[in-house]
């Protein structure tokens, strides 16, 4: 794999995003080999998963390139498989889950981020569901995510504005579990987490997880079939021009 780095050590997988000159942004090579790690991961006597990006951030989200790539139907819905299969994996996973966020977490980046049992952020994380800025919406389970941790209100406002926050503010509203000064004292935290009854932690996974992931899978086929569709809007297309150009879109609501 070139994309993510996976080593193991001891009862800990950790698994690390790997395009930093493109902030760790999610292209089809690193989806097919996030699907696979975490396949690897699934079947490992790892109990802990520790998911980071290395470079300046954690995830810049989904790459653009990729985005106007993928026109055709047929392509576009292969990608959006491999995503939801990338969000199951993680979210029902066997194991306790964390998301280590330095720097940008944006779009699919927070998602995918999301779907961890814990996010711990330092205190230059900037976390973003940004979709809105190219006229798309949410997709690898942002609109469940958003919902889970915050209520559809509150969820539906986050996503409508696109802004991006600071740990602290994503900390207060419920989006992040703990802020740390460094990657040293977030290191700590893992490290005590180590040392819980790791294996009763995973039996409540995985109890809320066969509630709820059949609300998840819904939830990730209704993005795709509105993803679809806000492809082909002409904000969309405003958007993209607007970012690709560097200037704020107009946009027309069609």
Avoid: C
């Amino acid at each position: 794999m070139e994309t993510v780095v996976l080593t193991f050590d001891q009862n800990k997988a950790i698994l690390e995003l790997n395009r930093p000159q493109a902030l760790n942004a999610m292209d089809v090579q690193m989806l097919h080999e996030l699907v696979d790690a975490l396949r690897q991961i699934k079947e490992s006597d790892a109990s802990v998963v520790v998911i980071r990006g290395r470079g300046r951030g954690f995830s810049a989200g989904g790459d653009i390139k990729t985005m106007l790539a993928v026109d055709d139907p047929s392509q576009f819905e292969t990608v959006m498989k491999m995503i939801q299969e990338m969000v199951m994996l993680l979210y029902t996973m066997p194991k306790i889950t964390v998301s280590l966020i330095h720097g940008p977490a944006a779009g699919l980046g927070f998602s995918f981020a999301l779907a961890s049992d814990y996010l711990v952020a330092t205190k230059e994380a900037r976390l973003a569901m940004n979709f809105i800025g190219i006229g798309l919406i949410p997709d690898g389970g942002g609109h469940f995510f958003l919902a889970q941790r915050v209520g559809t209100a509150k969820a539906k406002q986050i996503i409508w504005e696109g802004k991006t926050m600071g740990a602290d503010e994503a900390k207060q509203i419920g989006l992040v579990d703990l802020v740390v000064e460094n990657e040293e004292q977030a290191e700590q935290a893992i490290a005590s987490l180590q040392e819980k009854p790791l294996q009763a932690m995973i039996a409540t996974k995985i109890l809320y997880a066969e509630q709820t992931k059949g609300d998840l899978l819904r939830v990730l086929e209704l993005e795709t079939n509105a993803q679809q569709r806000m492809r082909q809007t002409e904000d969309h297309r405003e958007g993209v021009r607007a970012f690709l150009e560097k200037r704020k879109p107009v946009f027309r609501g069609r």
